[in-house]
């Protein structure tokens, strides 16, 4: 049985309607609000073979048809139009992306509450995997005479600031020059090599006073290091769900939401995708939790090489037009926005 060119009209018919509706669709409606230029017998024929070849399914509370993935599937690859955002949205994409840029990691939480503003979905944002970001500068500041706050800021923008405690006398001078000292050893230096060096022989032969310092502060920077390792998961927008009447059922929601709410699964979810813009409809998930979600994901850029992901979950009756160009140029914005940072480094 050919899929032909009035089959897919209809099936892109049935698609465009369920997805605004939320209502399984009839041969009347779709003679009705469709000029098919075939009559409603012709169109019940053509429906039951559509549902045959496995593109629509029938609930059994309805005479309409509703898409299966495979309709879906067919839908995003082939018979979906580019959604054309209006100048205004882009206008606000661009501006709350790239005004006061001082941190990536509160920019990219921006982005996922922003995504989730503009489709009404489950948004997140992943920080990029940073085993191969680069050290840039490596600042000492203190606060009181028992304070000391270790910046270290990374080549993609990533910012760590923390406050140590320091068991030694010291003064803002020794501060500098072990400041100094660390940029020099570890500037250029991914995160995960810093891990590996011992600076600590640099020290040795100045003053012990300066030794005990450098002695105090260096297990704090590496353990802050470490957590520089982590990726960060922002999501917004996790009630939203509640708008679609696939999540009227109460315990379809509570399922939803745990899954969510177990961040480092999810996070590794993401992780295993692929670059570039990928939709993965129902079945099409591997993990169970997600097989009747649909989830859309795209890769931005930090100065050209990092990699970080940005993207919905949501039902599979979705405007993926629309949720899809929306992605596209946010992730533009923020590869745009991510560029290496300027500033005095120290």
Known sequence: ?????????????????????????????????YDMGISPATI???????????????PHTSAGRVPSD????????????????????????????TSNVIEMEKTIQHAASLLSELTNLTAFAMT????????????????DDATVILMIAAESGKVSNTALKIAVPYNEEGLEIIAKAMTY????????????????KTFESDLEAMSRLAQNIMPN????????????LYMDGL??????????????????????????????????????????????NSDEVIKDCSLITATYHVDGKMVGKIGVIGPKRMKYDEV???????TENLSNTFKLPGGNEQ
């Open 128 to 143: 990029p995997k940073p085993e191969t970001d680069r050290i840039r500068y490596i600042k000492l500041m203190p606060v």
């Open 221 to 232: 920077f590496l353990r802050t290091l470490e957590r520089m390792l982590d990726v960060n």
């Open 70 to 97: 495979k309709a879906y599937r067919l839908y995003v690859d082939n018979l979906m139009r580019k959604y054309e955002i209006p100048e205004d949205e882009k206008k606000l994409i661009a501006d709350k992306l």
């Open 44 to 58: 019940r024929n053509e429906m039951s073979d559509l549902e045959e070849m496995g593109f629509l399914t029938h």
């Open 239 to 284: 009630t939203n769900i509640f708008s679609f009447p696939e999540y009227n059922d109460i315990d379809k929601a509570k399922v939803f939401l745990q899954m969510l709410d177990k961040k480092d699964y999810f996070r590794d979810i993401l992780i295993n995708r692929d670059n570039g813009v990928i939709i993965t409809i129902g079945g099409e």
């Open 324 to 330: 899809t160009s929306i992605i596209e140029y946010i």
């Open 185 to 200: 050893s570890y500037k250029g230096k991914s995160i995960t090599e810093a891990l590996k060096l011992d600076i600590i």
């Open 1 to 33: 049985m050919d899929l032909n060119e009035r089959k897919l009209r209809i099936l892109q018919a049935i698609i465009s309607d369920f997805i605004y509706s939320a209502e399984p669709v009839g041969s009347r409606t779709l003679s009705k609000k």
